[in-house]
């Protein structure tokens, strides 16, 4: 009896694959999974070991062929897996620079090539402003290489979700600092790599090079950039704010159930940087039909969308669903003029629009600030 093509597909044996298959599977694996799976059968180990895993790998990225052995594979594959780590939106921690963007985001370029770009909001419209910033590609030798324009800078982790772009230091050792590291640990590597004498030679390169210093800069990860359906706020946003300028926000979920907004602002001294806008535990949901106090509520504000040679356009959306908040005037204002008094329980709404997006306002003001997504399927959408 003739067997199916379907039954002999079911009946193949991992171990039966040609190694052109074995090696594919594993260029397309982190290190530890990679690891993992040459544990799996002899076959795959005899592709992990192999010394055309290091081809494979550089066919895969687009790189020059390397040299055929383990140990360029592991090189490789620490790399990629350096790369993978990047990727994604992360937001500048204060420093002595206020004009800085708050914001940088890593996005695959061509040649296995990680391109970082600072985020700001444009002048007009809602578009979002991209300026280079880091590229962090992987060279011939598998190791990977950083560059902040044509100087050589080092993009070290700090945990798995602190990043510090600073001055390279002309040594070939890569420095990183694992997730979970004692405190006293984290210290003396700090420490070491930062003590007076050290920090002075690359200063003094750095400066032989460009004429300048540069400052180290730290970056911590934006983890959730994008809502999902259990999380339909989560996620970095844009909109134009009631003075008719384009800010960020960051939306964010706690273990709780408490929901968070917060302004990601360029940093401008003490009151900058990360400021809060709302912080909720107890939300209500009112699904439709909504009460007519509900829709004269909603039909009365003001719906800022884009500012173009001082007119304001302003677009009303179709409702899903409304999340009653309630939040601290002094979270929302920092320098209130209203009494003491006046400063609790500030009433407030966040209407859900068919499209995905939300707006919300509070009670006082005769506007909703409506948000877009800034990026979409880990890409940055309505850039300039």
């Excluded at 009896?1 to 298959?21: C, I, K, R, V, W």
């Excluded at 005899?46 to 390397?66: D, I, Y």
Aim: proline share 8%; with cysteine; hydrophobic share 40%.
């Amino acid at each position: 009896m003739a067997t199916s093509p379907a039954a002999a597909a079911a009946e193949t044996a991992l171990g039966d694959l040609p190694e052109d298959a074995l090696l594919a599977i594993l260029a397309f694996l982190t290190p530890p999974d990679a690891a993992a799976a040459a544990c799996a059968c002899r076959a795959l180990a005899g592709a992990a070991s192999s010394p055309e895993l290091p081809l494979a790998l550089a066919l895969r990225l687009g790189l020059p062929p390397p040299r055929a052995c383990p140990a360029s594979a592991r090189r490789l594959f620490r790399s990629l897996h350096r790369l993978r780590r990047l990727l994604g939106l992360w937001r500048r921690l204060p420093s002595s620079h206020p004009a800085s963007p708050s914001l940088a985001a890593f996005e695959w370029a061509p040649r296995a090539t990680l391109a970082a770009s600072l985020l700001a909001p444009a002048t007009h419209g809602l578009a979002v402003s991209k300026s280079p910033f880091v590229t962090v590609s992987i060279a011939e030798s598998g190791d990977t290489v950083a560059a902040l324009g044509d100087v050589p800078v080092c993009v070290n982790f700090v945990g798995d979700n602190h990043i510090v772009v600073e001055p390279a230091s002309g040594e070939d050792e890569e420095e990183e600092m694992q997730g979970g590291s004692p405190p006293e640990e984290m210290y003396m590597h700090f420490a070491n790599r930062r003590s007076p004498g050290a920090g002075r030679r690359r200063r003094e390169r750095l400066g032989r090079r460009k004429g300048g210093r540069m400052e180290a800069q730290h970056f911590v990860r934006i983890p959730d950039a994008e809502p999902t359906k259990a999380r339909p706020l989560q996620g970095l946003w844009k909109g134009i704010c009631e003075n008719r300028t384009l800010e960020f926000y960051l939306v964010t979920y706690d273990d709780i159930g408490g929901v968070t907004c917060r302004r990601v602002s360029e940093t401008k001294g003490h009151n900058s940087g990360y400021s809060p806008l709302f912080w909720t535990t107890n939300a209500t949901f009112l699904e439709p039909p909504f009460s007519e106090q509900e829709l004269d509520r909603y039909s009365c504000c003001e719906h800022i969308q884009v500012v173009t040679s001082g007119h304001t356009e302003m677009q009303s959306k179709g409702v899903s669903r409304i999340m009653c908040i309630n939040s601290s005037y002094d979270l929302v204002d920092p320098h209130p003029s209203a009494p003491l008094d006046d400063m609790r329980n500030l009433e407030g709404r966040i209407w859900f629009y068919d499209d995905g997006t939300f707006g919300f306002g509070f009670t006082g003001s005769n506007s909703i600030i409506d948000l877009r997504h800034v990026s979409l399927d880990g890409c940055i959408v309505d850039t300039s």
